[in-house]
């Protein structure tokens, strides 16, 4: 995942220095990439060519200013899409390192060498804006750039992943949507949120981990194997989201800016409304981002209205960051979201057919959940020094009526807090790189009950080194480990210390230079205990001999094609779940442990005509647990029934009118492999569409209009809970639904 890191005040002189390798890096095998450039301002160019292909970019801010750059469309090498941008420029560029790349104009270039001075010695760049490339490399890898959250303006986590088979998100409600990769729960991977390790596992009938997409400039996802430095308990893989930063939004040259955008939902009367203003002052930059979402509840294809979804969202970004001229950044930020309205009696359900007679159909709940991040980096590493520190506060919670019919009803509270951070070092090396350090978490769980509080508490330390090296031409490799150490505190106070460790190994072979790629790997994952849901903590838990540690083993391997912008990529994988944890109330729960297996295929093809693009994905996921289908009550924190998915998505870009238009679809087989005595889980085929205008004459204003659902189809996502039990209605996605939303920049 690129991420651009802005030096100091954009078009200010300040000196930094650029110690240049052997240009024998230039001229190593070129991999292709896919690359999809409009004609637009070339600084914006060079942040999404970084985002397409992993470079690191630096570049004069003074150098860019208002340079316009050409369309770059098709499979080609980074250098080959570098030399097409700036081919009528007058600017050069130069590789520094195997994926790093300095750009000058002609006049810079030649000031910076002295009279009689040798070309290859330092050179002097002015104040500069570098794109840097994710440290992750998994071969079975989903990244949802800024690009892709721009192009499909996404509302909830549903449609950020609506491209993405393997991954499938249930509930039609945002409180209460669970992210689900390769059919395992996202409490089984390592979630951050800007570096930071999520740890929300506070109620089974609400999200584990809530975040506006209105807010997000990537996410990354590595399905089953993840390297060592994605973070303890990646049993299934990692998600990392990142937020938007003011370098995000600025455009070249200028160091104030801000964006207003309105939408309206036409099937729930839902309007939304975002502000955001940044802007960037003598090394300082800061960003400011609100979104408010609030409407009625919404129909459903066969004309129900589902009482309990109504939006009441809340959600904030703030963002301060320091660059000294030496290189040093220093940045802290704080993401803040609320929601707050009546939602089902069991949030991510509709209802059930024989309710108790204390519960009401809706009642009240509230969820606060907040991300604090301090982190520093050097924007100017050199040789072995390129060091990054986290430090970190999240904290979910969650607020309810317990028995709200009852005689004396009371409020039920939930709270996770997560204190947490890492750091690290990459040592650049000629082959490579290898990241090394350590980090470590401190949860705790805690249930404010008035007859029953309880909490649990983990700790962790973590030491990892994970290398990234191509050592020999058409072959990169990336191998790691970590070794752990967790304290673990039950309901009653017992205590119990564990260790483990962890390793992995993936690579990349170019069987057919240009054309096709093998790839293939491997991990084994130690976990630890985790923590068990706050809502159904009980103080008598009896933990016998204490709880085990969970581990996981994964295995991946695949194909990749590419040809003249048509790409073809099919993947197998497993993932093995051992001693996984589901504590139930009940006395004799506290240790459930139970395995799980996910295991299936992805095959997907795409083409890219640069004005637009097609895909076309397909997954089969099969999903045990302890060698049964899995149900989504047993599996509640651990997997779902996933079967067959398939999704479409394509655009184009008229550029003589500003106008662009496209659509996706997911397709949805019956899915049969389920318990005996069980209804199979219904198929769907759900279509959505958007037409999208920016003036020429006015490019900072963009008109959207959306129909989701076009065909009004009556279903529930496949991922959504307690579809495949008879006494349980689940929560239906919302019926045919007309959007319209317009943005502007200033």
């Given at each position: 995942?690129?991420?651009?890191?802005?030096?100091?005040?954009?078009g200010?002189?300040?000196?930094?220095?650029?110690?240049?390798?052997?240009?024998?890096?230039?001229?190593?095998?070129?991999?292709?990439?896919?690359?999809?450039?409009?004609?637009?301002?070339?600084?914006?160019s060079?942040?999404?060519?970084?985002?397409?292909?992993?470079?690191?970019?630096?570049?004069?801010?003074?150098?860019?200013?208002?340079?316009?750059?050409?369309?770059?469309?098709?499979?080609?090498?980074?250098?080959?899409?570098?030399?097409?941008?700036?081919?009528?420029?007058?600017?050069?560029y130069?590789?520094?390192?195997?994926?790093?790349?300095?750009i000058?104009?002609?006049?810079?270039?030649?000031?910076?060498?002295?009279?009689?001075?040798?070309?290859?010695?330092?050179?002097?760049?002015?104040?500069?804006?570098?794109?840097?490339?994710?440290?992750?490399?998994?071969?079975?890898?989903?990244?949802?750039?800024?690009?892709?959250?721009?192009?499909?303006?996404?509302?909830?986590?549903?449609?950020?992943?609506?491209?993405?088979?393997?991954?499938?998100?249930?509930?039609?409600?945002?409180?209460?949507?669970?992210?689900y990769?390769?059919?395992?729960?996202?409490?089984?991977?390592?979630?951050?949120?800007?570096?930071?390790?999520?740890?929300n596992?506070?109620?089974?009938?609400?999200?584990?981990?809530?975040?506006?997409?209105?807010?997000?400039?990537?996410?990354?996802?590595?399905?089953?194997?993840?390297?060592?430095?994605?973070?303890?308990?990646?049993?299934?893989?990692?998600?990392?989201y990142?937020?938007?930063?003011?370098?995000?939004?600025?455009?070249?040259?200028?160091?104030?800016?801000?964006?207003?955008?309105?939408?309206?939902?036409?099937?729930?009367?839902?309007?939304?409304?975002?502000?955001?203003?940044?802007?960037?002052?003598?090394?300082?930059?800061?960003?400011?981002?609100l979104?408010?979402?609030?409407?009625?509840?919404?129909?459903?294809?066969?004309?129900?209205?589902?009482d309990?979804?109504?939006?009441n969202?809340?959600s904030?970004?703030?963002?301060?960051?320091?660059?000294?001229?030496?290189?040093?950044?220093f940045?802290?930020?704080?993401?803040?979201?609320?929601?707050?309205?009546?939602?089902?009696?069991?949030?991510?359900?509709g209802?059930i057919?024989?309710?108790k007679?204390?519960?009401?159909?809706?009642?009240?709940?509230?969820?606060d959940?907040?991300?604090?991040?301090?982190?520093?980096?050097?924007?100017?590493?050199?040789?072995?020094?390129?060091?990054?520190?986290?430090?970190?506060?999240?904290?979910?919670?969650?607020?309810?009526?317990?028995?709200?019919?009852a005689?004396s009803?009371?409020?039920?509270?939930?709270?996770?807090?997560?204190?947490?951070?890492k750091?690290?070092?990459?040592?650049?090396?000629?082959?490579?790189?290898?990241?090394?350090?350590?980090?470590?978490?401190?949860?705790?769980?805690?249930?404010?009950?008035?007859?029953?509080?309880?909490?649990?508490?983990?700790?962790?330390?973590?030491?990892?080194?994970?290398?990234?090296?191509?050592?020999?031409?058409?072959?990169?490799?990336?191998?790691?480990?970590?070794?752990?150490?967790?304290?673990?505190?039950?309901?009653t106070?017992?205590?119990?210390?564990?260790?483990?460790?962890?390793?992995?190994?993936?690579?990349?072979y170019?069987?057919?230079?240009?054309?096709?790629?093998?790839?293939?790997?491997?991990?084994?994952?130690?976990?630890g205990?985790?923590?068990?849901?706050?809502?159904?903590?009980?103080?008598?838990?009896?933990?016998?001999?204490?709880?085990?540690?969970?581990?996981?083993?994964?295995?991946?391997?695949?194909?990749?094609?590419?040809?003249q912008?048509?790409?073809?990529?099919?993947?197998?994988?497993?993932?093995?779940?051992?001693?996984?944890?589901?504590?139930?109330?009940?006395?004799?729960?506290?240790?459930?442990?139970?395995?799980?297996?996910?295991?299936?295929?992805?095959?997907?093809?795409s083409y890219?005509?640069?004005?637009?693009s097609?895909s076309?994905?397909?997954?089969?996921?099969?999903?045990?647990?302890?060698?049964k289908?899995?149900?989504?009550?047993?599996?509640?924190?651990?997997?779902?029934?996933?079967?067959?998915?398939?999704?479409?998505?394509?655009?184009?870009?008229?550029?003589?009118?500003?106008?662009?238009?496209?659509?996706?679809?997911?397709?949805?087989?019956?899915?049969?492999?389920?318990?005996?005595?069980?209804?199979?889980?219904?198929?769907?085929?759900?279509?959505?569409?958007?037409?999208?205008?920016?003036?020429?004459?006015?490019?900072?204003?963009?008109?959207?209009?959306?129909?989701?659902?076009?065909?009004?189809?009556?279903?529930?996502?496949?991922?959504?809970?307690?579809?495949?039990?008879?006494?349980?209605?689940?929560?239906?996605?919302?019926?045919?639904?007309?959007?319209?939303?317009?943005?502007?920049?200033?």
């Amino acid at each position: 995942m690129a991420k651009l890191l802005i030096g100091t005040t954009l078009g200010a002189s300040s000196a930094i220095f650029v110690a240049p390798q052997s240009q024998a890096h230039a001229q190593a095998a070129p991999r292709l990439h896919t690359i999809n450039l409009p004609a637009q301002p070339l600084g914006r160019s060079l942040r999404q060519l970084a985002e397409q292909t992993n470079l690191q970019i630096a570049f004069a801010t003074s150098d860019i200013g208002n340079a316009l750059a050409p369309a770059v469309t098709g499979t080609i090498s980074s250098e080959q899409a570098l030399a097409r941008l700036l081919a009528e420029s007058g600017i050069t560029y130069r590789f520094t390192g195997p994926n790093t790349v300095s750009i000058q104009s002609a006049a810079t270039a030649a000031s910076a060498v002295p009279s009689g001075a040798s070309p290859t010695g330092p050179h002097v760049l002015a104040t500069i804006e570098v794109t840097a490339q994710r440290a992750s490399d998994s071969v079975n890898h989903v990244e949802i750039t800024a690009q892709d959250l721009e192009r499909w303006r996404p509302a909830d986590l549903q449609e950020v992943f609506a491209d993405e088979p393997k991954i499938s998100v249930g509930s039609s409600v945002p409180m209460s949507q669970k992210v689900y990769v390769q059919g395992i729960e996202e409490t089984n991977l390592a979630v951050t949120v800007d570096g930071a390790r999520q740890n929300n596992k506070v109620f089974h009938h609400n999200a584990t981990n809530l975040i506006d997409p209105a807010l997000l400039k990537a996410v990354s996802v590595d399905a089953g194997v993840a390297p060592a430095d994605a973070g303890p308990g990646a049993l299934g893989g990692a998600i990392e989201y990142e937020t938007k930063d003011a370098r995000d939004l600025l455009d070249p040259g200028k160091s104030f800016g801000g964006l207003v955008t309105g939408t309206f939902d036409f099937n729930s009367n839902t309007h939304t409304t975002g502000l955001s203003l940044y802007g960037v002052q003598d090394g300082f930059e800061y960003l400011a981002y609100l979104n408010f979402s609030e409407g009625d509840n919404y129909t459903a294809g066969n004309g129900q209205v589902m009482d309990g979804t109504s939006a009441n969202l809340l959600s904030g970004l703030g963002k301060i960051a320091y660059q000294a001229e030496n290189g040093n950044r220093f940045e802290l930020s704080h993401e803040q979201l609320r929601d707050d309205a009546p939602r089902p009696f069991r949030a991510n359900m509709g209802s059930i057919t024989n309710p108790k007679p204390w519960e009401p159909l809706i009642r009240d709940y509230t969820l606060d959940r907040s991300n604090t991040v301090f982190t520093y980096t050097d924007t100017s590493p050199e040789g072995w020094w390129d060091p990054k520190i986290v430090i970190a506060y999240t904290r979910s919670k969650v607020e309810t009526l317990v028995f709200p019919k009852a005689a004396s009803p009371y409020p039920g509270i939930g709270t996770t807090e997560s204190f947490n951070g890492k750091a690290e070092n990459r040592f650049a090396l000629d082959m490579g790189s290898i990241t090394a350090g350590f980090d470590f978490y401190k949860d705790d769980a805690a249930l404010d009950d008035k007859y029953e509080p309880a909490t649990e508490h983990a700790s962790n330390v973590g030491l990892f080194a994970q290398a990234r090296i191509e050592p020999w031409e058409r072959t990169r490799l990336s191998f790691g480990a970590r070794g752990d150490n967790q304290w673990f505190e039950g309901t009653t106070g017992q205590k119990w210390t564990n260790a483990g460790v962890s390793g992995n190994a993936s690579g990349e072979y170019d069987l057919v230079p240009d054309f096709l790629t093998a790839k293939a790997g491997y991990s084994h994952v130690w976990a630890g205990v985790p923590l068990g849901e706050n809502f159904i903590f009980n103080p008598n838990w009896n933990y016998g001999a204490g709880p085990k540690a969970v581990t996981a083993d994964n295995a991946t391997a695949g194909l990749v094609a590419t040809y003249q912008g048509f790409s073809l990529e099919g993947n197998i994988f497993r993932t093995d779940i051992y001693n996984a944890r589901t504590a139930r109330y009940a006395l004799a729960k506290a240790i459930e442990v139970h395995d799980v297996r996910s295991q299936g295929f992805e095959i997907g093809g795409s083409y890219d005509w640069g004005a637009g693009s097609f895909s076309v994905k397909y997954a089969d996921i099969d999903v045990t647990i302890d060698g049964k289908p899995a149900d989504s009550d047993i599996g509640t924190y651990l997997a779902t029934p996933v079967g067959q998915i398939i999704t479409l998505a394509a655009t184009h870009r008229f550029d003589d009118w500003g106008v662009t238009v496209g659509g996706d679809v997911e397709i949805a087989l019956q899915y049969d492999k389920v318990a005996a005595g069980t209804p199979p889980l219904k198929g769907y085929e759900v279509v959505n569409a958007f037409v999208e205008y920016q003036p020429q004459s006015n490019p900072d204003l963009t008109f959207r209009g959306e129909v989701r659902n076009l065909f009004d189809e009556t279903y529930a996502n496949r991922a959504t809970y307690g579809q495949e039990f008879v006494n349980v209605k689940p929560l239906l996605e919302p019926g045919r639904s007309f959007r319209l939303s317009a943005t502007a920049k200033f």
